[in-house]
């Protein structure tokens, strides 16, 4: 097998780096007797096993090479709780993680993030935008990390320790991926589809030697709702599976398959929570199955979201990656239609990475104003 351009210019290979890093009862109430044998159950049983079975996965898979970047920069909400987000996708984030569940949104939405990581030398950021229409909602994502100022290595032949090569220039690279999002929801109740056309684009540059490799794929997603307080979600990554091409040389693009299910705990009506409560908790799992991804295994992602009250979220989780596994925590302040994440989520496998991640979205929120006239008028 050829080694890729990246794999012979420079040190700083993004894909190794990405895919190396990695209450109490609020509420009283009772499940009625026999609620885990009904019909519903059964039949959302029944779309998860199909749903599984239809892709025809493969548990680890050794013939990607190549990393989507889109897979590994999330928002603060997202990573608060363990990276769990397929079947809770309500927010701009949907973009990358499950664009069918943006299906549903009421108002326009909109996330942004950027910060350093790695020691400081990798810039990273993410920014997504989703509006609904009469014809299915739309979206724009668009997420990126670059990497500057890294000298390249050499052999010492004395020793045989990597030090720096004084006789190169300083290398930089460049991975970015730019989404196109539709979704709309089908005729079946409660269900809805989704999917992304995404645009590779990877450079290197430095040391006398410049290189870029492009790339086209597409994502498709599905969420049902076979229970008032149950969500299921899956979206199938890169299923293209073409080859981003570099001048000399190209590297398989591998992809996920996601899985996700999220449960509404505590809500203000039982028509969307399993119990009654004026706070509101939702529980997330998601399964990710690798599909032509260098060394990929199965990963699970489990999370948690308890809302006491309007203006105010904690979160908390457990994030699996190929570095290693991690608990995670985070909260929200929403204030009118815009909300603040953070989140304190490290990865085991960078050292010296800051885990402190914070994030911004426009969320909407309805206004209800009355006329003085129309008020006046029905009192009379």
Not at 166 to 195: C, I
Not at 215 to 220: H, N, Q, T, V
Not at 271 to 284: G, I
């Amino acid at each position: 097998m050829r080694k890729s351009k990246s794999e012979t210019l420079t040190r700083i290979d993004l894909n190794k780096l990405s895919i190396s890093y990695t209450p109490s009862p609020i509420g009283r109430g009772r499940i009625p007797a026999g609620i885990l044998f009904r019909t519903t159950w059964v039949r959302a049983l029944a779309v998860l096993i199909a749903m599984i079975w239809s892709l025809g996965f493969s548990a680890s898979a050794d013939t990607g090479t190549s990393l989507d970047i889109s897979r590994y920069i999330l928002s603060g909400r997202t990573l608060g709780m363990g990276g769990a987000h397929v079947a809770l996708s309500d927010d701009g984030e949907g973009l990358f993680t499950n664009p069918s569940g943006l299906a549903k949104i009421s108002f326009p939405q909109m996330t942004g993030l950027s910060r350093k990581i790695f020691l400081e030398e990798t810039i990273y950021s993410l920014y997504s935008w989703a509006f609904p229409t009469n014809y299915g909602t739309f979206g724009l994502g668009y997420t990126a990390a670059k990497a500057g100022e890294s000298y390249p290595t050499m052999r010492d032949p004395g020793t045989s320790r990597i030090v720096i090569n004084p006789s190169l220039e300083a290398l930089g690279q460049e991975n970015s991926v730019l989404l196109l999002t539709y979704a709309r929801e089908l005729p079946v109740k409660n269900a809805s589809v989704g999917g992304n056309l995404k645009f590779f684009n990877q450079s290197i540059n430095g040391g006398g030697q410049f290189d870029r490799a492009t790339a086209m794929s597409l994502d498709l997603a599905a969420s049902y709702k076979p229970l008032n307080y149950l969500n299921l979600g899956v979206n199938l990554q890169n299923i293209l599976g073409n080859n981003i091409g570099w001048n000399k040389a190209s590297e398989k693009l591998g992809g996920y398959t996601k899985l996700g299910a999220s449960l509404n705990v505590y809500g203000k009506s039982s028509a969307e929570a399993l119990f009654k409560h004026d706070q509101q908790v939702v529980a997330c799992l998601d399964m990710d199955l690798p599909r032509d991804v260098l060394g990929g295994s199965t990963l699970f992602h489990l999370g948690a979201e308890w809302t006491p009250f309007k203006l105010l979220s904690l979160r908390a989780g457990l994030n699996q990656e190929m570095g290693g596994t991690g608990f995670t925590f985070g909260v929200g302040f929403k204030n009118s239609a815009f909300r603040f994440d953070y989140a304190y989520a490290p990865r085991p496998s960078i050292t010296g990475d800051n885990p402190h991640y914070f994030s911004l979205s426009y969320v909407g929120d309805r206004v209800v104003s009355v006329s003085k006239k129309s008020l006046l008028s029905s009192r009379s």
